[in-house]
Structure formats: structure tokens, C-alpha cells
């Protein structure tokens, strides 16, 4: 079973810092690029950053200069640490993998794209 599992969200004041951990379990061979994505309550999903297995990084505008990602390969886990946070930050924040691919036994393999976490609530009071 695979599975990608964040932590580290919770309640904290405008100006405040988190940081959101994202890791893959299971037999994993290889991660592709990992992102976060955020949706805010009535809100579509959004992109938020993204890094390739490379350390390439993209973020979204709204974020840049306040948000960064990161990964370590070797634990198959992306991390955010948010910077000076905003109310409008206030979202359930989701990890995915483009493509994972992993073990299923017997020197089998299999890959599946999109992978989802479940999510991490994060809540800024103004």
C-alpha cells in the first residue's frame, strides 16, 4: 500500500511560520514532481508550488516570496514552510505526486500518476 501522508498544519496568527511535511510510504521506487496545492472553503483547488526530482522549483505568485519548497529525496518527502502568513492562507493543503512508482512484489513494479494525500488543514487568525 502506498500512501502520501502531510503533517504539520494547525492554527496560527497572521505573521506566522508553519511548515507542512508530505511523505510517501510504502515500497517506493521513485517520485517524480511533488507539489502542493490548496483549497480554501468554497474555493477550487489551487495550485500552490511545486520540484521536480532535479530541485526545480515553481510557485504560485500569491506565495513566492513567502512560501518554500523542498524535498529529500531519500525520505520520499516534499516539505512548504510557510512564511508570513495571511488570513487568505487559510486552506486544506494537499501533496501530490505526478508519477510514483513502487513495488508490488516479486520484481514487479507499478506506477500511478496524480497521487494524492489526503490533507493538512491550516487555519490563519487575523
Known amino acids: 500500500q502506498v500512501q502520501l501522508v502531510e503533517s504539520g498544519g494547525g492554527l496560527v496568527q497572521a505573521g506566522g511560520s508553519l511548515r507542512l511535511s508530505c511523505a510517501a510510504s510504502g515500497r517506493i521506487l521513485s517520485i517524480t514532481t511533488m507539489g502542493w496545492y490548496r483549497q480554501a472553503p468554497g474555493k477550487e483547488r489551487e495550485f500552490v508550488a511545486q520540484?521536480?526530482?532535479?530541485?526545480?522549483?515553481n510557485c504560485a505568485d500569491s506565495v513566492k516570496d513567502r512560501f518554500t519548497i523542498s524535498r529529500d529525496n531519500a525520505k520520499n518527502t516534499v516539505y512548504l514552510q510557510m512564511n508570513s502568513l495571511k488570513p487568505e492562507d487559510t486552506a486544506v493543503y494537499y501533496c501530490k505526486a505526478d508519477r510514483l512508482t513502487y513495488w508490488i512484489g516479486t520484481g514487479n513494479s507499478a506506477s500511478a500518476s496524480d497521487y494524492w494525500g489526503q490533507g493538512t488543514q491550516v487555519t490563519v487568525s487575523s
Open positions: 520540484i521536480s526530482r532535479e530541485g526545480r522549483t
